[in-house]
């Protein structure tokens, strides 16, 4: 897990964790074993570069999490961004907005840039 933390205004926390162990699903049709095959062995993507959340000015006190997930394309850039999960609606345009800034290095397949399904978690703590 990587977490990335950003003071906002000295009493404002955000901390963005990325879960990589759920972050990685091939693509509908494939199977594990297609995806493992030393011949069409499917590699992950790799986050090149990451955005911070921006917390809402009028966001209450807590800790929340809002899951987001997209298909990643052939050129490591985000996809159509749709929230899966969310403790508080008010944090969903956030996350969106800061998934939509990040870059990947594509995965590939057989050394050929492949399009998956990734899923981002952001954590926003406000003190």
């Keep these: 897990m990587l977490y990335i933390t950003r003071m906002r205004n000295v009493k404002r926390v ?4 990325i879960t990589f162990p759920l972050l990685f699903m091939p ?7 297609s995806a493992s095959n030393s011949a069409g062995k499917l590699l992950p993507p790799a986050v090149l570069k990451t955005a911070n959340p ?10 929340y ?3 987001v997930t997209f298909k ?20 969903n345009q956030s996350a969106i ?6 870059k990947f290095r594509p995965a590939t ?3 050929k840039p492949a399009v998956v399904v990734l899923t981002l978690s952001f ?3 406000i003190p």
């Design 97 to 102: 907005d800061a998934a939509r800034k990040y």
């Design 72 to 91: 990643l394309d052939e050129n490591g850039i985000p996809g159509k961004i749709v929230v899966i999960k969310t403790d508080d609606p008010l944090f």
């Design 54 to 63: 921006e917390s809402p000015p009028n966001a209450p006190s807590g800790n």
């Design 123 to 125: 954590h926003f703590s």
């Design 109 to 111: 397949r057989d050394g």
């Design 14 to 17: 955000i901390t963005l964790a």
């Design 27 to 33: 693509m509908k049709g494939q199977t594990d074993s």
């Design 65 to 67: 999490t809002v899951t």
